[in-house]
């Protein structure tokens, strides 16, 4: 009976986090277009030639002595992108099994602590973005509320196919 249980919150837990990280592209663009202009204009200037999902695709196609351009670049971003999503999904999961807080708590600190150490550390730290000081603002403000939108997105769509997987269990 466990194994069956493990195998439905882990397809739950894969489908909610395509499903979230799918709605979330959404939310980004709309949050990106009703950034002030000079903020979006900053933004520009201080963001590397790729985005921080191509820069980690090249680098982990680099080590397998692949050189990524073109579309294969661009897919291969969509890949890291979607990947973190889905990798970050089981973060929720163990907070409402484990930490057993509410759905809209698990979502806040799911959404925020991928904000926070994501966004604000590894993504900096590891040279696939420049340090938070050269982005203005509103670039941090739109990452925390996408973010958070994430995590409210991975909180209703695991609810929601939970409620509909209990006769499998």
């Given amino acids: 009976m466990r194994l069956r249980a493990f195998v439905i919150d882990s397809l739950v837990t894969a489908a909610a986090g395509l499903i979230a990280t799918h709605l979330t592209n959404t939310v980004q663009a ?12 900053r933004e520009e200037e201080a963001a590397l030639p790729l ?17 990524l351009r073109g579309k294969a670049l661009e897919n291969g971003g969509w890949v890291v992108h979607y990947a973190t999503g889905l990798g970050w999904t089981p ?19 799911c959404g925020g602590a991928m904000a926070l150490l994501l ?14 000081q050269a982005y203005p603002w509103e670039t941090h403000a739109r990452g925390l509320v996408t ?23």
Avoid: K, N
Avoid at 51 to 67: H, K, N
Avoid at 119 to 132: C, H, I, S
């Fill in 119 to 132: 966004d604000e550390g590894l993504v900096p730290a590891l040279g696939l973005a420049r340090g938070p």
């Fill in 30 to 41: 709309v949050l990106a277009r009703l950034m002030p202009a000079d903020a979006q204009r």
């Fill in 147 to 169: 973010h958070l939108a994430f995590g409210v997105l991975v909180a209703a769509a695991v609810e929601l196919l939970w409620t509909g997987s209990r006769r499998w269990r």
């Fill in 91 to 109: 973060v929720y999961v163990l907070l409402r099994r484990y930490g057993r807080l509410h759905p809209g708590g698990a979502a806040l600190v």
């Fill in 51 to 67: 985005d921080p999902s191509q820069m980690a695709a090249r680098r982990a196609a680099g080590l397998l002595g692949i050189d």
